[in-house]
């Protein structure tokens, strides 16, 4: 696979994805991202959750420019590995995570800490020492990380998340430190009963337990968030590890195994049963049924042949395959796949610009509310202690971890789900186009139809039976390569040879079959043979084929594009979450409708007979009628048209234009992935949407009573911790999420939901 870390757009901006290191919450990134845009010519989007920036910039700005600023903000700036090891999950491991030790050994030392001050049976005499010999290594090398960043954003006269959390972890230790060593609180036989409120603890009132079990409900937040994002990223790095790792490849008659990454355009290779195939392709030879169910989410095998195109990464369920390399590296779908799921998780929704917008002016006002705090207290009850403590909670509880892992822990979960489902969401910003759609314009051919064409009827002539007609023309129709001709030779059982074929372009093809002369196509062409053809047999909603057999008019073959199994109920399904389908097709009016009929579009909304500018039109008509629309293509020619809606969705199936200049793509080519991704991006959004109103509750609801001497420091640090792990926890539901067009039922979204 080839590195995607940078890429050269065609208006000359280069794009990189960067690993930043050092972010502990979401006012880091924040940072970050403001001073990346103070670039001239540099337009940055930095995300908490994965640790990146995704970076545009100029040809005048060099990557030593960008990193240079990112570290000039206290911060790192790497770019990202271009390939995924497994080493990489091993060193996940929780013996090899930092982060996951200093939880384990804060917790060991803080629980006798918290049961000895909150519980005065428990308090032998000079108890307090031990507590503080316990709580000193928790408050110093356990909440080390966040002490570290406070003193980062200092030096750079800033404050974040951290701030508050170093804040007051340090100040509960050092009023601890000072009652025992300056005050009576040393004293033996000293006893301290679990104060509620502010105003009721004594000057003798210690707050070790405060500092030590404040760090480690804020470690088990960060770990909790970090496994957050690892589960989140699983479906990213599975498709990943879907590739073949080797590949047979076919020389001169002569297979020889090399790694698959070596494969090159054009280069042929074998695929046994059971294996992998190794990259894009075509099958040059054999037959077989190929399991996509990994990749594409389809439960069935598809049958492949000479001709048929095949995907790396899915499997060989059947016979032995030659294939023919197509596309490797980046090129390839897989490789596509995931760039699309990176790229996805990398953008911000508007949703979360506000939530970043909000933190960085919240921590400022926090410190202001809490030194506000101390002098009000102070300045009405004249008790230190209490102005003190109730400052502190102000601190602890106010801490925005829940505001800033709200929108980007939910959209790593929602991406990564809808990866698994087959559905790939290009950005964020999506997620806010499907809320507010409306109207959906179907394509016809590829995407609501299968794009090949049937035997839809027979129509015998006087003297001709209906199985005799089609033995004529499908025997005929045998050694053309038409479409139409496959279609008829397809349908045709027991065919007989034929001699003397001749194809005459643009009107059909002529032939002996078992010694009659047999004319097969337009009615023109029997017509310029001396033959009558009756017109009342031409059909306007099918491909009408006359057919003749000896100068003699046999029938009309009517052949049509096929409708695909689901799309009726994927319609159906549409209507139900409230989107009006319109069929859009440059086909003519005629087939249009049938396939209308066949699907449940009603005739006024079929738009037939349009160009690809047509197709533009009939976007931009809608719109300016107030309609949000969406458009589902799988063509070059829907390629406009896809970008021109409110929302494109592409068939995986499709073109790589359509592909492009859509939001979302479908990798598997049915309709029914569509109602998936349309619930799938609402199920998203609300969930981010429950999380932010979670987050903005909690801190508008607490950080006023515990100004107000309600909320003690040990309740405050309690509430904030909890507020961390349900926001991730709310967002995991939607791993939860399943896909009604594959036979699950509808509860998974009403709990993803």
């Not at 949703?351 to 009000?376: K, N």
């Not at 009342?536 to 057919?547: I, P, Q, W």
């Not at 107030?626 to 409110?646: I, S």
């Amino acid at each position: 696979m080839q590195p995607q870390n940078a890429a050269r757009s065609a208006v000359g901006l280069s794009v990189i994805e960067l690993s930043i290191g050092g972010m502990t919450c979401a006012t880091c990134a924040g940072r970050v991202e403001k001073k990346l845009n103070k670039l001239p010519g540099v337009t940055a989007s930095v995300n908490f959750a994965t640790e990146t920036a995704h970076v545009s910039y100029e040809p005048t700005v060099t990557l030593d420019d960008l990193v240079a600023t990112v570290v000039a903000t206290g911060y790192t700036a790497t770019p990202p590995e271009p390939e995924v090891t497994e080493p990489a999950d091993a060193a996940e491991t929780p013996e090899h995570d930092p982060l996951f030790q200093r939880l384990v050994g804060s917790i060991a030392l803080s629980i006798p800490v918290v049961l000895l001050s909150m519980i005065p049976a428990l308090q032998f005499p000079n108890w307090q020492w031990a507590a503080l010999t316990l709580a000193a290594p928790v408050v110093t090398w356990g909440a080390w990380p966040f002490h570290r960043a406070a003193l980062l954003n200092a030096r750079h006269a800033t404050a974040t998340m951290d701030t508050l959390i170093s804040l007051g972890v340090a100040a509960s230790f050092l009023w601890s430190l000072y009652a025992l060593f300056f005050g009576d609180a040393g004293m033996t036989g000293m006893r301290m009963r679990l104060d509620l409120f502010a105003g009721s603890v004594t000057e003798q009132h210690l707050y070790l337990e405060v500092g030590a079990a404040l760090t480690t409900f804020l470690l088990a937040g960060r770990w909790f968030e970090h496994r957050a994002k690892r589960t989140a990223g699983s479906a990213l790095r599975a498709l990943l590890h879907l590739g073949a790792k080797q590949a047979t490849l076919l020389v001169d008659g002569k297979e020889r195994t090399v790694p698959a990454a070596q494969l090159k355009v054009g280069d042929v290779f074998v695929v046994r049963p059971g294996e992998k195939i190794a990259t894009d392709g075509v099958v040059v030879e054999g037959a077989s049924a190929v399991d996509a169910s990994m990749l594409t989410g389809e439960s069935v095998p598809v049958e492949v042949g000479p001709g048929s195109d095949v995907v790396g990464a899915t499997v060989n369920a059947g016979g032995r395959l030659i294939v023919r390399a197509t596309r490797v590296g980046a090129d390839t779908q897989l490789a596509q796949i995931a760039k699309l799921v990176t790229e996805a998780q990398s953008g911000k929704a508007p949703v979360q610009r506000l939530a970043d917008r909000i933190s960085a002016v919240f921590v400022p006002a926090v410190i202001l509310i809490a030194l506000g705090t101390f002098v009000g207290w102070l300045a009405v009850t004249g008790n230190v202690t209490a102005a003190f403590t109730a400052a502190v909670a102000v601190l602890i509880v106010a801490c925005p971890c829940a505001l800033g892992l709200a929108t980007p822990t939910a959209l790593l979960v929602g991406t990564g789900r809808g990866a698994q489902l087959g559905v790939l969401i290009r950005g964020p910003e999506v997620l806010e186009s499907t809320r507010r759609v409306d109207t959906i314009l179907l394509d016809k051919t590829g995407t609501v139809t299968t794009g090949v064409m049937a035997l839809a009827g027979l129509s015998p002539a006087e003297g001709f039976t209906a199985e005799k007609l089609l033995w004529y023309a499908g025997s005929l129709e045998q050694a053309s390569e038409h479409p139409i001709a496959r279609a008829v030779a397809a349908a045709t059982p027991d065919l007989s040879g034929v001699d003397e074929f001749t194809a005459l372009p643009g009107l059909g093809a002529s032939g002996v079959v078992d010694g009659r002369t047999v004319l097969v196509g337009r009615a023109a062409l029997l017509s310029d043979n001396g033959v009558t053809v009756p017109e009342s047999g031409v059909r306007e909603d099918m491909t009408s084929v006359a057919v003749a057999v000896d100068g003699i008019f046999a029938g009309w073959v009517y052949v049509a594009d096929t409708v695909k199994p689901t799309s009726a109920d994927a319609i159906a399904a549409l209507r139900r979450e409230g989107l009006r389908p319109v069929l859009l097709t440059g086909d003519a009016a005629g087939p249009a409708r049938l396939v209308a009929e066949q699907v449940g579009v009603p005739a006024e909304d079929v738009v037939a007979g349009v160009l690809p500018a047509g197709k533009v039109d009939a976007v931009r008509e809608l719109q300016q009628r107030g309609a949000v629309v969406a458009m589902v293509g799988d063509g070059v020619n829907d390629a406009a048209a896809l970008a021109a809606a409110d929302l494109g969705l592409a068939m995986g199936t499709g073109t790589d234009a359509a592909i492009e200049a859509a939001d979302l793509t479908l990798v598997r080519g049915d309709l029914t992935a569509t109602v998936d991704a349309i619930r799938l991006s609402r199920a998203t959004l609300r969930n981010i949407k429950q999380n932010l109103f979670w987050a903005f509750a909690y801190n508008l609801v607490l950080i006023p009573l515990a100004a107000l001497g309600l909320v003690t420091p040990v309740l405050a640090g309690l509430a904030m911790a909890f507020s961390s792990i349900f926001v991730v926890l709310n967002s995991l539901r939607l791993f939860r999420f399943k896909s009604d067009s594959r036979g699950y039922s509808r509860g998974g979204s009403a709990a993803a939901a």
